[in-house]
């Protein structure tokens, strides 16, 4: 099933959790990816400033796709967020 995330704290859970369902720590993802664990670390503590190529790698690491489509309008902006 799909899942939404409006913020980089949001991806980071997201990602957290799909590496929890993989039983793969920190540093595993970090190696599959090669990067390292404190990268992973941050990438879901959803700090900004994370490459893409580094996030598209730990996506596809995890078997997950970024789909992008319309906001609904009923959601909460963006300044309502942070």
């Given at each position: ?16 959790n ?17 990067t ?10 959803g ?9 598209f ?7 997950l796709?970024l789909?992008?489509?319309p ?6 902006d ?5």
């Amino acid at each position: 099933m799909a899942q939404m995330a409006r913020s980089p704290r949001q991806l980071g859970t997201l990602i957290q959790n799909a590496r929890l369902n993989r039983d793969l720590t920190q540093q595993a993802l970090a190696s599959m990816v090669g990067t390292g664990q404190k990268t992973v670390s941050r990438i879901e503590a959803g700090h900004p400033g994370t490459k893409l190529d580094t996030l598209f790698g730990i996506l596809a690491a995890l078997d997950l796709d970024l789909q992008l489509g319309p906001r609904n309008k009923g959601e909460p902006d963006l300044t309502e967020i942070f």
